[in-house]
């Protein structure tokens, strides 16, 4: 039997818009099955914009990301301090880790966010995904949260373009408009139908929630299934 409404915060951090068209597109899953929808952004306190100003301050921020720099967040609005009956954690992956925003989220909110909730991590990344969901894990199970499913987004492109072209992207130049590189890379970030994708996991995700049923039985897991060897 239906239950009464529920309600899902999603918590989220996008550098290059890639998490935020995931994050709208779950969000609206949710809302078709009727589920009411939070979103809490990460605001970090020094400005950050995308593309940065070239290949160096790209590498200075690739070293700085590898040892997981906290970026200081904005105090998260009233509104996420509700009652909750899923916490979803949506951010991309930085050198292997979550971005800083969302660490400094882990270090000051998640205890008190997540504690005793069900939580899904939703992670955006060109493809090396592993090391961040297992320390995702690790946090939001060290504040109480419960991890009951995960949901990962890869750029459907093959490497090592993948990475050439993620690179370069941040770094402010355009690999997609090469005269060369577009024949390998036509586009930086995840495909129209991987984002149509996510609406529809929301739609089950929310589905499950309004009946009551277990999160954990739902296919999530990455999107699209890595090729062997292309993981991590
Ligand atoms: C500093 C930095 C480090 C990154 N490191 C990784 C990484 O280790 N593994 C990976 O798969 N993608 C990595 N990426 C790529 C992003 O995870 C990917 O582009 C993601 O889709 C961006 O999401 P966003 O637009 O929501 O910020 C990195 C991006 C940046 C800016």
């Known amino acids: 039997m239906p239950v009464s409404q529920r309600r899902v915060l999603i918590v989220t951090f996008s550098f ?29 306190l ?10 160096a301050p790209t590498l200075v921020m690739m070293l700085a990301t590898f040892f997981r720099q906290r970026l200081a ?8 301090a509700g009652d909750f009956q899923l916490v979803v954690v949506a951010g991309p992956t930085w050198s292997y880790s979550p971005s800083g925003p969302v660490l400094s989220f882990l270090d000051r909110d998640a205890p008190a966010l997540v504690h005793d909730r069900p939580v899904l991590p939703v992670i955006s990344c060109r ?9 995702l894990r690790r946090r939001l199970a060290a504040c109480g ?7 990962v987004l890869t750029h459907p492109c093959a490497e090592p373009w993948r990475t050439l072209g993620v690179f370069l992207k941040i ?10 590189l577009s024949r390998f890379y036509p586009r930086y970030g995840h495909s129209r139908s991987q984002i149509e994708e996510v609406r529809g996991l929301g739609r089950c995700v929310g589905e499950a929630l309004v009946h009551g049923e277990d999160l954990a039985a739902l296919r999530l897991g990455v999107r699209p299934h890595p090729p062997a060897g ?3």
């Open 16 to 44: 290059s818009g890639q998490t935020r068209a995931l994050v709208q597109a779950l969000a609206a899953g949710l809302a078709e099955a009727g589920v009411q929808v939070v979103v809490e952004r990460l605001q970090p």
């Open 46 to 55: 020094a400005p950050l914009r995308f593309p940065l100003a070239g290949i």
């Open 73 to 80: 967040i904005a105090p998260l609005s009233s509104p996420a």
């Open 127 to 135: 493809g090396y995904w592993r090391t961040h969901l297992a320390y």
């Open 145 to 151: 949260g419960r991890v009951v499913n995960f949901l």
């Open 171 to 180: 770094a402010g130049r355009r690999p997609e408009r090469h005269p060369l």
């Open 230 to 232: 292309n993981a991590q």
